[in-house]
């Protein structure tokens, strides 16, 4: 297990969320895969999407797109280390989760030209909070459910040079396998294989909101 570094100290998570998970993102990568936190495999290799999640992500996922499977894939999280369970999930909640999610992005070494794609709730909102929580907004005031991941799967969103993926993690894959459907769906559209259902450009990203 990597212990934390010190530019963690600060954080929510310093002291009660365990090791320390850095990116593992290669040279000329064309396509990061952004999930929620580490899992307690991740935790004691030090390396991301090395458990059951990662095994989902890469077996039933990424083999099925040749176009990906073949390219430089790196892999990182929001958070770099697991933070203990609140309400049964290992994600922290309200001020502490934005608290931590903002201190986390000191070691992103994203690359501008890749393709990211977003697996899961967290990254989601991360990136594009203030878009999502008023569609959310609309949807209450109309009386709809809302999206939530798989009422977003397949959308594309293109800040710069850099294009984001929504995606559903595969934790949620892990528990229903019947959804691997909407996994690959998103990953072919990532790879170009599939059309786009949803796309906008986005100039000015605002996150942390």
């Given amino acids: ?3 934390k570094p010190k530019g963690c100290e600060g954080c929510p998570l310093y002291k009660k969320g365990r090791g320390f998970v850095p990116d593992s993102i290669p040279n000329g990568a064309q396509y990061v895969m952004v999930g929620e936190a580490p899992g307690a495999g991740e935790v004691a290799q030090g390396v991301p999407f090395v458990g059951q999640a990662g095994f989902v992500l890469k077996e039933w996922g990424i083999r099925a ?15 770099r280390c697991l ?5 049964g999930r290992a994600y922290p909640q309200g001020k502490e989760r934005a608290a931590a999610e903002v201190h986390c992005r000191v070691y992103d070494k994203w690359p501008g030209d ?17 878009e999502l929580h008023q569609e959310d907004v609309l949807d209450r005031r109309a009386g ?8 977003r799967v397949g959308r594309e969103r293109v800040v710069g040079e850099t294009r984001y993926i929504f995606a559903p993690h595969p934790s ?5 396998p019947a959804l691997v459907q909407h996994l690959q769906r998103a ?12 796309s906008k450009r986005v100039d000015n990203m605002r996150i942390f909101l």
């Fill in 1 to 3: 297990m990597i212990a």
């Fill in 172 to 176: 949620a894959v892990l528990r229903q």
């Fill in 83 to 87: 933070p203990p369970k609140v309400h």
């Fill in 65 to 79: 797109v040749p176009d990906i499977a073949i390219a430089p894939i790196g892999y990182a999280n929001v958070l």
């Fill in 114 to 130: 890749a393709t990211f794609v977003l697996l899961g709730e967290m990254p989601q909102r991360l990136l594009f909070g203030p």
């Fill in 144 to 151: 709809r459910e809302l999206k939530g991941v798989f009422g």
């Fill in 187 to 198: 990953l072919e559209i990532a790879s170009g294989a599939q059309k786009i259902f949803e």
